[in-house]
């Protein structure tokens, strides 16, 4: 395989959207056994003033979708949680009837709004944490 340049890996970089980058970078992570977050919190946290460090720490980058009720419309609920996971219909049924429970678990934000919003639409009750 050839070896890519730093421009090349660059470029290919920019087409990819950001849930895609997000999980190369949790698979690189895995991959190399290390951790790209942990630097810059180090690095901001070390930087910033006492009280200005706290708010940055206290930013959530992973969240939980929990269900909290099918609502009335369960079967759309149902499709729904299928839709967003990778459950089977009757895996996603017991999921659904034994609310609350989560459906996503550890997701970024934008994944975790979308995935909220969807199961809302269908009728559900839903957190996030």
């Known amino acids: 395989m050839a070896k890519l340049s730093t421009d090349e890996l660059l470029d290919a970089f920019k087409e990819l959207t950001l849930i895609e980058l997000s999980e190369f970078v949790k698979k690189f992570e895995e991959t190399f056994d290390v951790t790209a977050a942990a630097p810059v919190a180090v690095a901001a946290a070390g930087g910033a003033a006492g009280g200005a460090a706290a708010p940055a720490e206290e930013e959530k980058d992973e969240f939980d979708?929990?269900?909290?009720?099918?609502?009335?419309?369960?079967?759309?609920?149902?499709?729904?949680?299928?839709?967003?996971?990778?459950?089977?219909?009757?895996?996603?049924?017991?999921?659904?009837?034994?609310?609350?429970?989560?459906?996503?678990?550890?997701?970024?934000?934008?994944?975790?709004?979308?995935?909220?919003?969807?199961?809302e639409g269908a009728g559900a009750t839903v957190t996030l944490k």
């Open 65 to 119: 979708v929990i269900l909290e009720s099918a609502g009335d419309k369960k079967i759309g609920v149902i499709k729904e949680v299928r839709g967003l996971t990778s459950l089977g219909l009757k895996e996603a049924k017991d999921l659904v009837d034994g609310a609350p429970k989560p459906v996503l678990e550890k997701v970024n934000k934008e994944t975790a709004e979308k995935a909220k919003a969807a199961l």
